[in-house]
C-alpha cells in the first residue's frame, strides 16, 4: 500500500498564507490544486503533436544518441508530459515519476497507465531524491528546476542517483528576460481579455467570475512558486559546480513566447471548449512558424539570454 499524502485540491485562505512562507508548501497546494485540470490548461497531450515536441526539446540541448536510456526518472513530473511523452519517442524504456504534489502523481501514473508505459511514482523531494546512488540512466525534467528553492543541491542530488555517464536534461526553464516580458504579456491580455468580456455583445465568452476568482485564487499560488529565472550561462556554470561534466546550456522560443503567452492566457481566460478546433490549429501552426523563425533566424542574432525557454544537460563523470 501506498504511504503517499492524499492530494489537497482546495486550497483554504489559512493554507494559502502559510505558503506565502514556505515555497515547497506553496508547491504542493498549487499543483495539487491544478492537477485535475493541468493538460487542459496547457494543451498537453500525449499524441504525435507533444510526442514530437518533447524529443525535439531533448534533442536540441542532447542530441539523439545513446537512446534508448534504459531507466529514467522525472523530477517534478506534473502530469507526466516530458517523460511519458519522451518515452513514446524512444527515449527511454522505462520510467519513474517524482513530484511534490500527490495530485500531480498520480494524475502522471494515470496518464501512463493509460499509454500502457511501464512507470513507477513516488511523492519526493527534488533536494532529497528517494533513490540510491547509480540508480538511472537518464533523469528528466521540464519546467521544474524554477520551483526548487535549491537548484544546486538538486543538481547534486540528480548527479548521485545518476549511473556514471548518465544524462541528465532539463527543459522548459523562464530566463530571466524572457520571464518579464512574458509576465507583462500575460497580464495585459488577462486584463483586456476579462475586462472587454464584461459588455452585453460578449458575455458570452466569460468564464463565470466563481471561477475567475478561484483561478486568481490559483494564480496567488502561482505566484509564490515560481522562485527562480535564469541566465543560460549561469545554469551552465551552477550545473559545473554541482559535479556535471560536458554541462551546456541552450534556450528557445523569442517571437514564439511573445505569441504563446498571449495565447495561453487568453485561453485560460474564456469558457473550455469556446475556442475550437480552428483556434487550437491556428495556435499550433503560429507557434511552429515562429518557433523555426526563432531557431534559424533568430538565434543567429539574438543573445540566448533574450529567449524565453533554457535548457541544461551534463552527465555524470565516469570513475
Not at 497507465?113 to 547509480?134: F, M, S, T
Given at each position: 500500500?501506498?504511504?503517499?499524502?492524499?492530494?489537497n485540491?482546495?486550497?483554504?485562505?489559512?493554507?494559502?498564507?502559510?505558503?506565502?512562507?514556505?515555497?515547497?508548501?506553496?508547491?504542493?497546494?498549487?499543483?495539487?490544486w491544478e492537477?485535475?485540470?493541468?493538460?487542459?490548461?496547457?494543451?498537453?497531450?500525449?499524441?504525435?503533436?507533444?510526442?514530437?515536441?518533447?524529443?525535439?526539446r531533448?534533442?536540441?540541448?542532447?542530441?539523439?544518441?545513446?537512446?534508448?536510456y534504459?531507466?529514467?526518472?522525472?523530477?517534478?513530473?506534473?502530469?507526466?508530459?516530458?517523460?511519458?511523452?519522451?518515452?513514446?519517442?524512444?527515449?527511454?524504456?522505462?520510467?519513474?515519476?517524482?513530484?511534490?504534489?500527490?495530485?500531480?502523481?498520480?494524475?502522471?501514473l494515470?496518464?501512463a497507465?493509460?499509454?500502457?508505459?511501464?512507470?513507477?511514482?513516488?511523492?519526493?523531494?527534488?533536494?532529497?531524491?528517494?533513490?540510491?546512488?547509480?540508480s538511472?540512466?537518464?533523469?528528466v525534467?521540464?519546467?521544474?528546476?524554477?520551483?526548487?528553492?535549491?537548484?544546486?543541491?538538486?543538481?547534486?542530488?540528480?548527479?548521485?542517483?545518476?549511473?556514471?555517464?548518465?544524462?541528465?536534461?532539463?527543459?522548459?526553464?523562464?530566463?530571466t528576460?524572457?520571464?518579464?516580458?512574458a509576465?507583462?504579456?500575460?497580464?495585459?491580455?488577462?486584463?483586456?481579455?476579462?475586462?472587454?468580456?464584461?459588455?452585453?455583445?460578449?458575455r458570452?465568452w466569460?468564464?463565470?467570475?466563481?471561477?475567475?476568482?478561484?483561478?486568481?485564487?490559483a494564480?496567488?499560488?502561482?505566484?509564490?512558486?515560481?522562485?527562480?529565472?535564469?541566465?543560460?550561462?549561469?545554469?551552465?556554470?551552477?550545473?559545473?559546480?554541482?559535479?556535471?561534466?560536458?554541462?551546456?546550456?541552450t534556450?528557445?522560443?523569442?517571437?514564439a513566447a511573445?505569441?504563446?503567452w498571449?495565447?495561453?492566457?487568453?485561453?485560460?481566460?474564456?469558457?473550455p471548449?469556446k475556442?475550437?478546433?480552428?483556434?487550437?490549429?491556428?495556435?499550433?501552426?503560429?507557434?511552429?512558424?515562429?518557433?523555426?523563425?526563432?531557431?534559424?533566424?533568430?538565434?543567429?542574432?539574438?543573445?540566448?539570454?533574450?529567449?524565453?525557454?533554457?535548457?541544461?544537460?551534463?552527465?555524470?563523470p565516469?570513475?
Open positions: 500500500m501506498s504511504t503517499d499524502p492524499a492530494p485540491p482546495h486550497a483554504t485562505a489559512e493554507q494559502v498564507e502559510a505558503a506565502r512562507h514556505d515555497p515547497k508548501l506553496a508547491n504542493v497546494l498549487y499543483h495539487d492537477a485535475g485540470s493541468y493538460d487542459d490548461k496547457w494543451s498537453i497531450s500525449y499524441d504525435e503533436r507533444c510526442i514530437s515536441y518533447a524529443a525535439d531533448f534533442r536540441l540541448v542532447a542530441g539523439d544518441t545513446g537512446w534508448p534504459e531507466r529514467a526518472l522525472e523530477l517534478g513530473c506534473g502530469t507526466g508530459f516530458f517523460l511519458l511523452n519522451l518515452m513514446q519517442a524512444g527515449v527511454a524504456t522505462k520510467g519513474s515519476v517524482t513530484d511534490l504534489s500527490p495530485g500531480m502523481v498520480q494524475a502522471a494515470r496518464n497507465k493509460g499509454l500502457g508505459l511501464d512507470v513507477d511514482g513516488r511523492v519526493a523531494d527534488a533536494e532529497r531524491i528517494p533513490y540510491d546512488d547509480d538511472f540512466d537518464l533523469v525534467g521540464h519546467a521544474v528546476l524554477h520551483h526548487i528553492p535549491d537548484v544546486e543541491a538538486s543538481l547534486r542530488e540528480v548527479l548521485r542517483v545518476l549511473k556514471p555517464g548518465g544524462r541528465f536534461v532539463f527543459a522548459g526553464e523562464p530566463t528576460i524572457g520571464d518579464a516580458y509576465r507583462r504579456l500575460g497580464a495585459l491580455t488577462w486584463k483586456a481579455t476579462t475586462t472587454i468580456t464584461k459588455l452585453p455583445p460578449l458570452g466569460r468564464r463565470p467570475q466563481t471561477e475567475l476568482d478561484e483561478s486568481s485564487r494564480a496567488a499560488l502561482e505566484a509564490l512558486v515560481d522562485i527562480h529565472t535564469f541566465d543560460p550561462a549561469a545554469l551552465e556554470a551552477m550545473a559545473r559546480r554541482a559535479g556535471a561534466a560536458d554541462a551546456r546550456a534556450s528557445e522560443e523569442f517571437a511573445m505569441l504563446g498571449p495565447v495561453r492566457t487568453f485561453e485560460a481566460a474564456v469558457p471548449g475556442l475550437g478546433m480552428g483556434w487550437a490549429m491556428f495556435a499550433y501552426r503560429s507557434w511552429q512558424r515562429l518557433s523555426w523563425l526563432d531557431r534559424c533566424v533568430l538565434s543567429r542574432v539574438v543573445p540566448r539570454a533574450w529567449f524565453y525557454n533554457a535548457l541544461v544537460t551534463g552527465t555524470k565516469t570513475r
